[in-house]
């Protein structure tokens, strides 16, 4: 009766098992398909044949029985090993994509399509990073690509201001005969490589021949505006020298040659008398004079050039270079002292001492300056004195370090802005930023700030 009992009790526990197998492969069929289905099936056979030998009596008696036992079971563990494992489902990169249906024979009378057999896609090839360029390397690229004059503007504009320079030199000695101008000659950064972006402008200048016995300079300390960068040209000895005797006279106010005097006339005579569409088209351009402006200005217009041409009336006495350009406001006898011919040649001195970048550097700082809102007026004749200044404690301006002293430009800058004072490097008297008005310079020191940090915002800001 136990005996019995434990028997029914086995067949009822398989009949469970068995019904619960049997919901799982009825189920295994739908989710895992007809493969899947198989493989779970062979599985589960295998491990059911396992369960029912370890729960069924031994005959612990018989060795052959045990031997057959034991055949089984390494036959049931051989078959689980063998089983195939179900196909790895494919991945779809698209979800949008539809699942790859159950390939089909074809219907009666549908004729088979040939299979196309897509070109074999190029390997694709995975861009490099861009490089990182060094502050050096950017610097080199933007005086190569930035700062080059096309050839054409190079030869061109020269040729054209020295051709207008020889019929304005001819017009004033049969006007002026009797006004001993000198030699007509040009001057400018085009000439000059210090900071030439395109060859838009160039500079004439026009000697006025004085007497050294009859006039003599007034240093700008003694003037009225107490400004050491601008002279008086005083005419001397009138009791023995009456009015009349200097072919300037005529251009004397209070005793002292008027710079302003002078550009009055020659204005006159630019815009009035002179016959500048007859000169332009001799030389293919059209030229005007510009009429509303306080410098004695000249525009050509040729087909391949732009070109602004600036006339100056220039006193050289007692190693001085005077412009007869006052500043603004109720004084007209003043002449600006101009170090640009002194500026030029001492940069070219230093940089063929030590094969150095200064002018490099110049150029490049310029352009920036130039096209920049708030650094335009540090163009020119600041920046020079900047790089002279350093040129005194910075020794090596190999075009190596051209980022190292072009940082340290814009060090030196900063300092001279937060003092609000930039010394001649010709005369310490002389305060280069002495007409920037307080709001400009907190502009450009604020700006210069930002670019001691990172340099490369100068090389991108327009």
């Known amino acids: 009766m136990a005996e019995f009992t434990r028997q029914r009790g086995k067949r009822q526990e398989d009949s ?55 055949e089984e079971s390494w036959q049931d563990l051989a078959l689980i090993k063998a089983t195939p494992k179900p196909p790895k489902k494919q991945r779809r990169e698209d979800l949008s994509e539809p699942l790859l249906s159950p390939a089909r024979p074809p219907a009666p009378g549908e004729a088979c399509k040939p299979s196309v057999c897509s070109a074999p896609s190029e390997p694709r090839v995975e861009a490099s990073p861009p490089r990182c360029l060094t502050l050096q390397e950017k610097l080199l690229s933007h005086y190569s690509s930035q700062l080059a004059v096309p050839e054409v503007q190079a030869s061109l504009a020269p040729q054209l201001a020295r051709s207008i320079c020889a019929q304005l030199q001819n017009f004033l000695q049969s006007k002026c005969p009797e006004l001993p101008f000198g030699s007509l000659f040009l001057s400018g950064p085009l000439l000059d490589g210090l900071g030439a972006l395109v060859a838009d402008h160039v500079h004439l200048m026009l000697p006025v021949v004085l007497d050294a016995t009859l006039w003599s300079l007034i240093p700008g300390d003694d003037t009225v505006v107490r400004n050491p960068q601008y002279w008086m040209i005083k ?24 710079s302003n005097a002078l550009n009055e006339t020659l204005h006159k005579m630019l815009v009035a008398s002179i016959n500048w569409p007859a000169i332009g088209s001799l030389l293919g351009s059209v030229i005007h004079p510009v009429v509303a402006s306080r410098e004695l200005k000249l525009e050509v217009k040729h087909d391949q050039v732009k070109l602004s041409i600036t006339l100056f009336p220039v006193v050289e006495m007692e190693d001085k270079v005077l412009l007869a350009a006052p500043p603004e406001g109720l004084v007209e006898n003043l002449w600006l002292e101009s170090f640009y011919r002194a500026e030029v040649l001492k940069v070219e001195e230093l940089d063929a001492g030590d094969s150095g970048a200064r002018q490099h550097c110049l150029r490049i700082l310029n352009s920036i300056c130039k096209n920049h809102p708030a650094l335009h007026k540090l163009s020119g004749s600041p920046l020079t004195h900047v790089v002279l200044h350093l040129s005194a404690t910075s020794l090596d301006w190999a075009e190596e370090s051209l980022a190292d002293r072009f940082q340290q430009v ?53």
């Open 16 to 70: 469970g098992l068995g019904s619960i197998l049997d919901v799982l492969l009825a189920n295994a069929r739908l989710v895992l398909g007809v493969s899947g289905a198989a493989v779970l099936a062979i599985a589960t056979l295998a491990v059911k044949r396992l369960i029912d030998r370890a729960t069924s009596p031994r005959d612990e008696g018989d060795p052959k029985a045990e031997q057959k036992t034991l």
């Open 235 to 258: 005419r001397t000895d009138l009791e023995y020298f009456p009015r009349g005797r200097s072919p300037w006279d005529r251009f004397i106010v209070g005793r002292y040659l008027s």
């Open 410 to 462: 814009l060090e030196e800058l900063v300092g001279y802005l937060e003092k609000g004072v930039l010394p001649s490097y010709f005369n310490h008297k002389i305060n280069l930023f002495c007409d920037l008005l307080e709001e400009e310079i907190d502009e450009m020191g604020f700006m210069l700030y930002k670019a001691v940090s990172e340099p490369e915002l100068l090389l991108t800001e327009k």
